[in-house]
């Protein structure tokens, strides 16, 4: 899969949240996902209007817990928003629980996630019953999950066997769960002599990507767009700061720093694919 087109692969994925997300990466050519952690609705939609047309994807409104004013209206904004630029929308909200509280958590509540997130995503540390809670809400709405196999964090504990069991955990169940937040490919990660991978196309979702620094001082660390997809095999790059800085209210800047890494993105791609 790593030298295939994304519309290659998206032909090939039965999930309609990663067939969409395939799909508009190859329509816009874009393999830029932005990610938009502010605290007002009004920077938030601002952000996301002037990133739209160069990303695949929103990640949004991550969390949807840190927006100071929440009201229910924010969602039509974002999905007008969604519609406007074409873009996907994945809510990052790393559930980490019991399959019945996820379920809970997932479908009702003031956020209601699952009506209008089309991907969404859950730390494996409860086992494979977090995705039978998620997946009871999530599948017959179209929607798609992803686990967090690894994490860019300095320390993380996600790595070796945890990693290993989170694909096997992803392989058991790849109607729902359509791939990963990583920091590399995971096909074939943890499979065994019997398991058949051949046809295994884990989608991965990198964060901890930047272009002018190598970390912040609370234990983020950040590679290139060109590592992250060239070299790692990631299929999309999750950039926050380093698209929209402290700089919230120029949007100009914003969409030019969008395309700076929409471009590098790109480039790696690219190169991976025609690659001999
Ligand atoms: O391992 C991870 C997983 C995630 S989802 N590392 C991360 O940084 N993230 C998220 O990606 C994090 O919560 C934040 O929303 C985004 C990275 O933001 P940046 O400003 O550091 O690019």
Redesign the pocket.
């Known amino acids: 899969m790593f030298r295939q087109t994304y519309g290659q692969r998206a032909s090939k994925h039965s999930n309609p949240a990663a067939k969409l997300l395939l799909d508009t990466m190859e329509r816009k050519k874009s393999n830029l996902a932005v990610?938009v952690?502010v605290t007002k609705s009004k920077d938030f939609l601002a952000i996301v209007d002037a990133v739209g047309p160069f990303v695949c994807l929103i990640?949004a409104l991550?969390?949807v817990d840190i927006i100071e004013d929440f009201e229910p209206l924010l969602i039509d904004e974002l999905q007008a928003l969604s519609s406007k630029h074409d873009f996907v929308i994945f809510e990052?909200r790393?559930f980490a629980d019991i399959g019945n509280t996820v379920a809970l958590q997932y479908s009702s509540g003031v956020h209601k996630i699952a009506s209008w997130s089309h991907i969404t995503?859950a730390h494996p540390v409860p086992g494979p019953s977090i995705i039978t809670g998620l997946s009871s809400v999530g599948l017959p709405l179209g929607r798609g999950l992803l686990l967090?196999a690894?994490?860019?964090?300095k320390g993380?504990l996600?790595t070796g066997s945890y990693t290993e069991d989170a694909v096997r955990m992803a392989r058991a169940h790849r109607d729902f769960v359509i791939g990963f937040?990583a920091?590399r490919r995971m096909d074939g990660i943890g499979a065994s002599e019997n398991d058949s991978t051949e046809d295994e196309d884990f989608l991965v979702?990198t964060?901890?990507?930047?272009l002018d620094t190598k970390g912040?001082s609370m234990g983020?660390q950040?590679r290139t767009p060109r590592e992250v997809v060239l070299e790692s095999g990631c299929d999309v790059i999750?950039?926050?700061?380093?698209?929209y800085g402290k700089d919230y209210h120029l949007t100009d800047k914003i969409a030019e720093q969008a395309k700076r890494y929409r471009e590098e993105g790109w480039a790696a791609y690219l190169e991976r694919t025609t690659a001999l």
């Open positions: 990610s952690d990640k991550t969390h990052d790393k995503n967090l690894e994490m860019s964090t993380s996600a937040i920091q979702l964060p901890g990507v930047g912040d983020q950040y999750i950039v926050g700061r380093g698209v």
